[in-house]
């Protein structure tokens, strides 16, 4: 999954109902800290690269995205929060903790079984709705759409805020199209090339800048707007 990982983002126990525990750039962060650690393993050659099991694509992701590792990522960002963010208490502890694990959840639906229980793990999951690439396009953008619905319902701001978040869905529809359905199109077809995109360094950068992007972005946004109370 992709831009789908970003809907549990507006998740909050006190979304709603006045002051946010956690603000949605930190989800952003939170919901896609596993592949922000993907892409630095991806930069120092601990990751990366494809290897083709009959027709289907199979990532290397052993570190990042074992059932495993995910759980102490999810520990790790919690704690992380909870030290920066004192005042949110174990409240902010387990909401981040199951924003960063919504990932491996999310992951678990849409991946090919290329998720390992842990590092060396023989057995690797995933349900595999990547092999039918229209509809994971529709389940991830359905769902980056009813969050920014439901985020636009639960807070006010000026006109251009809207227009500014529009904006924003927009750009990650298509970047969900161009780098994940496309991609899985050729998959489909049979005709995918798994050295056509990029790899190593470059692909970990330009993850991380889409990352960093995305949670600039809607840190702009989010400063613009307020909870509605």
Known sequence: MFMGHYGPAVWDTQRGKGEVLVPLWVGFLAVQLIDVIWAVLVIFGIEGGVRMTGNEPLSNIPYSHSLITALLWSAVGGFLFKLFRPKAGMKGFWVVFA?????????????????????????????????????????????????????????????????????????????????????????????????SGPQGVALGLSAIFTYVFLIAAIAWIEKRRSPKL
């Not at 389940?139 to 809207?162: C, D, H, N, Q």
Request: glycine share 8%.
């Open 99 to 195: 924003l960063v694990f919504s990932h491996w959840i999310f992951d678990l639906i849409v991946h090919r079984p290329d998720l390992p229980l842990w590092p060396g793990s023989q057995v690797e999951l995933g349900l595999g709705v990547w092999n039918w690439p229209i509809l994971a396009f529709i389940l991830e953008i359905g769902l980056l759409l009813a969050a920014f619905l439901y985020w636009m319902r639960v807070t006010t701001g000026p006109k251009f805020s809207v227009i500014a978040l529009s904006a924003l869905f927009v750009f990650m529809v298509v970047i969900q199209f161009i780098f994940i359905t496309i991609p899985g199109l050729h998959v489909q077809a049979g005709t995918f090339d798994p050295n």
